[in-house]
């Protein structure tokens, strides 16, 4: 099948190339010229596991291009992903302008009929504002070719995003017309060998359902992040309730890791937008509004620790940092706890050095030449002259480290572990101050 991606992100480069992989003509088109550059020079943009192997099978295989010509993406796919971002707007609503604008291009340039598939992230209403969009460009151009507008969101996680994608739980399909759900069928076969995985339903229920489902996983940790903090004062350790709570299968094993909060460009932005929709229809989501809340609070609770165990004002001290990006095996920082994180621990005038295996570029762009915050080549290098080591990111190479060379390089000797990493039992055993979420 033909198939055009507009948005090479981690969603729209992950969905061409997989969708190559199968055997799809994908064109994959960005606005960012150097994006497309680094693609067709045979790299990546991006950080994400096992996807740059696919895309290269895939672009000598010719069955995967990348262009920055929106009018040659436009008549190239019968189907048409659109997978460009949509960033918080100031009141936290989702600014559509990318999505509408690739509605306007694909409209302004289709030749034939297209189902227009909608994978970004998008309140409830904007399949109706896409298909407006397109019936506005081909009345312009007198132009009278059918289309079909079809909600498809995207369930897949950084780090795992293409495994996600090749193997999804769900597939969830919001359609209105016969034609869009057949080629739809068509399209995820691949997906589904094993068991039907499509889920069909109506285009708002497909665009509620994506919101749904982060909230629901962001309320999940709230909630665990609120109970971990409780436990503190009680005495109780988060990680043996969390596996006594797990093993009910009504609950589940899955997003209920206590820690230094949620971050990344999902949780944060889709909980505001879900928010804000609610508060347009004069529907105070009280749920949303306190997981929200208890998140902003949960990312400065390791700060908080430091500052009980080395007093408000920091200047003086100087902080290793393990963990930049938002979560293991990504670069992303967007929205990452790292970043409230070291900006407090700067604003009250400590300084830090930091290792992160992959999102130390991704951080010198962020801070920019900032002076109090330096980076480490390899993970032990953060302690040299350090007063304590904080954990924000639970890289797999953090899991074990020599714990006693920890100890004799930290000034203090005092872990703060912002993901429950280690077991406090270990850690006093090798002398080390030990402090997590919610542990005893
Ligand atoms: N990142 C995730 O894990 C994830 C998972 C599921 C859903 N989503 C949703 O998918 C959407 C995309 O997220 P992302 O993380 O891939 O975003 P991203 O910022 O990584 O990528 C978006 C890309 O779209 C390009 N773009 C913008 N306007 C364009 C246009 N008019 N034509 C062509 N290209 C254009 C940008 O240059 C950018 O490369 C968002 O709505 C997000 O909420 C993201
Ligand atoms: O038990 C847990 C699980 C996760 N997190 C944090 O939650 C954030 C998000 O993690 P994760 O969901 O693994 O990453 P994302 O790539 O942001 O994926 C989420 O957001 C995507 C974008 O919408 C969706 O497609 C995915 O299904 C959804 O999991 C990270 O900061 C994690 O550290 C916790 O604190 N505790």
């Known amino acids: 099948m033909k198939i055009t991606v507009v948005g090479t992100g981690y969603v729209g480069l992950v969905s061409g190339a997989c969708l190559a992989d199968v055997g799809n003509d994908v064109l994959c088109l960005d606005v960012d010229p150097a994006k497309i550059r680094i693609l067709e020079d045979g790299g990546i943009p991006i950080h994400e596991p096992g996807l740059l192997e696919i895309v290269r099978r895939n672009v000598d295989a010719g069955r995967l291009f990348f ?3 929106a009018e040659y993406a436009a008549r190239h796919g019968t189907v048409q992903f659109i997978a460009v971002g ?3 707007d100031e009141d936290g609503s989702a600014d559509l302008k990318y999505v509408l604008a690739a509605a306007r291009n694909i409209g302004k340039h289709m030749d034939d009929y297209r189902v227009v598939v909608n994978k970004s992230t998008v309140p409830v209403g904007t399949g109706d504002r896409v298909r407006e969009a397109i019936v506005a460009e081909l009345a312009a151009r007198e132009a009278g070719f059918p289309f079909s507008v079809v909600s498809n969101p995207e369930f897949l996680k950084e780090g795992a995003a293409v495994d996600d994608f090749m193997r999804p739980d769900r597939i969830i399909v919001g359609a209105g017309d016969e034609r869009a759900i057949d080629l739809m069928r068509e399209l995820y076969g691949p997906f589904q060998r094993n068991r039907e995985k499509m889920l069909v339903m109506d285009v708002r229920s497909a665009e509620l359902t994506k919101y749904a489902a982060n909230a629901m996983l962001a309320t999940r940790i709230s909630f665990m992040n609120e109970l971990a903090n409780l436990a503190e004062t009680l005495g109780a350790d988060i990680e043996l309730v969390r596996q006594g709570i797990g093993s009910d299968p009504r609950i589940g094993w899955h997003f209920l890791y206590a820690g ?7 949780f944060p932005k889709d909980v505001k937008a879900l ?3 609610g508060n347009e229809r004069g529907h105070d989501l009280l749920i949303l509004n306190a997981v929200e809340a208890a998140n902003e609070a949960q990312k400065l609770r390791l700060v908080d620790k430091v500052v009980a165990r080395f007093g408000e004002d920091l200047s003086g001290r100087h902080f290793g940092l393990w963990g930049l990006a938002f979560k293991p095996n990504t670069d992303d920082m967007r929205d990452a706890p790292s970043r409230i994180i070291v900006a407090e621990l700067l604003r009250r005038g400590a300084t830090v050095v930091a290792y992160d295996p992959v999102a130390m570029d991704e951080a010198r762009r962020i801070f920019g030449d900032e002076p109090r915050l330096a980076y480490a080549e390899r993970p032990m290098e953060v302690l040299e002259g350090a007063d304590a080591l904080i954990i924000v990111t639970e890289w797999k190479e953090f899991r074990s480290p020599d714990f006693i060379r920890i100890k004799q390089m930290l000034r203090h000797a005092v872990v703060f572990d912002g993901r ?4 406090p039992s270990v ?3 090798v002398g080390l101050e030990y402090y997590g979420i919610g542990r005893r």
């Open 67 to 69: 262009t920055t010509d």
């Open 427 to 429: 850690m006093a055993r």
């Open 260 to 266: 230094c909060g949620y971050g990344g460009s999902c």
């Open 275 to 277: 928010i804000n929709t």
């Open 420 to 423: 429950n990493m280690y077991e």
């Open 86 to 88: 949509t960033p918080p």
